[in-house]
């Protein structure tokens, strides 16, 4: 048995619950090779005794890991580290962490829509419900006095000194990401973040894999920086590993764009294992991995698996961040998360285009995470949402079951839908006609697929939207 009393140390002040800092040890055990895949976990009974807490709180713990994808239960002989997860080399205690990278060196865009109130987008927040009020109240209120000051007349060239350091406390206990201030650097929304880190990393030509469908605006960012669109198929785990292992095999790689947690625009999540193999092909072929998080507070069904980030020991992540899917996308507030020479390049250069960023707002936003209004307001949104996903979903698998295929998504704003028989520019048609505006975008590989957006409307809206919608695709089907 290991010591797991020394092991698993519980920290009362933490505000991470307890289940979850049990959890998060046992993922950074497995992480540095101290606990290895087929390993047997002691009994919930017995771990609880050794660690005097209360068995439902191991029970906890051991949900979590399962539903992360780390643990599996095997019945009549107990819980198990799975074996489907890749060998870690073990990592010795202590060891600082390198850079091991040198560092210097189709789609149509959205149609236009005709002037209606009734529209269905591809997935944004609803912006009625975001706490902007008290964004502005806050804001004004530290634009005074001593602290005021210090944010109107600070240099704040790699974002405002309090939002970096409470949104570093902020990743630790909402994603396992423990870093420091010198790890941050605020950004104009996650786009200025994207395009840092490949206009950072780039040459001219150097190979960038992404999905074969892709958020456009990150292959828009990657080739303006000079790199070479690799694209890779999405499977239903997120990118295919095999097809990306084949390609850093015949030509080297320099870069991957990835949106695990959902990826855009199918909304898959990548499971556990297929994250640890993508770290593992990252060191072995030695490329970086940018990790786009857009939309990690929003999930409906379970706890969202934790970020790559939050199991990268070697520095191959650039992990972005963004607030546009918490407040809205016109408050301009992203981040990215980096070994510190990433952060000190990526903000040197955003220093040429943007000297200081919004340093009243980011303060506002600071105060608004460590007074946990931006915690209290997820809870209910994440609620607020998951209604309207239910219905949303419910409505077009009543009325088009034999016309569409699409699976419930576990989170985020959207859903990815498959038709048989109609195009995507044909429907963006029939429900203009209807005064149902479609914004969506019509992508160039799947021209009947396409996201539908649910959370930025009310369960009043979804109700006559869906049904303007359903009433577009059966005049397609009716000719
Ligand atoms: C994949 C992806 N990344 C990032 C973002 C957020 O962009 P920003 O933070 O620049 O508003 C979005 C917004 O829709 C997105 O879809």
Known sequence: MLPWKSIISINRTDTRPVYLQISDTII???????IHKGFKMPGSRTLAETLALNRKTILQAYDE???QGWMEIIP???AFIKESLPEVKSQPLGESIKETVPLSSGIKSKYEIPRSECVIDDGTPDYRLAPIDSLLKTARSV???AIGKSVLLGNHYFGEGTLRKNLASYLSTTRAIHGTIDNILITR???MAIYLAFATLLKKGDRVIVGQLNYHSADKAIQKAGGTLVK???IDVGLDLDKVEKEAQSKSIRAMYITPHHQYPTTVTMPVENRMRLLELAEKYDFHIIEDDYDYDYHYNRSPILPLASIDRNNRIIYIGSFSKILVPSIRIGYMYASPSIIQKCGELRMIIDKLGDPIMER??????????IDRFLKKAVNTYKSRRDLFCSMLKEELKDEIHFKIPEGGMAVWVTFKNVKITKLIESANKLKLGLKIDVYEHTEKACRFGFASMS???IETNTRLLIQAIQVLLAR
């Not at 950074?28 to 101290?34: A, P, T």
């Open 76 to 78: 009549k002989r107990g």
């Open 364 to 373: 506002a936003l600071a105060e608004m995470l460590s007074n946990n209004e």
């Open 189 to 191: 929304g996650s786009q």
């Open 232 to 234: 890779v198929p999405v």
């Open 143 to 145: 634009s005074k006095g």
């Open 65 to 67: 890991l399962m539903a």
């Open 28 to 34: 950074s055990e497995i992480m540095q090779g101290r």
């Open 459 to 461: 369960l009043e809206e």
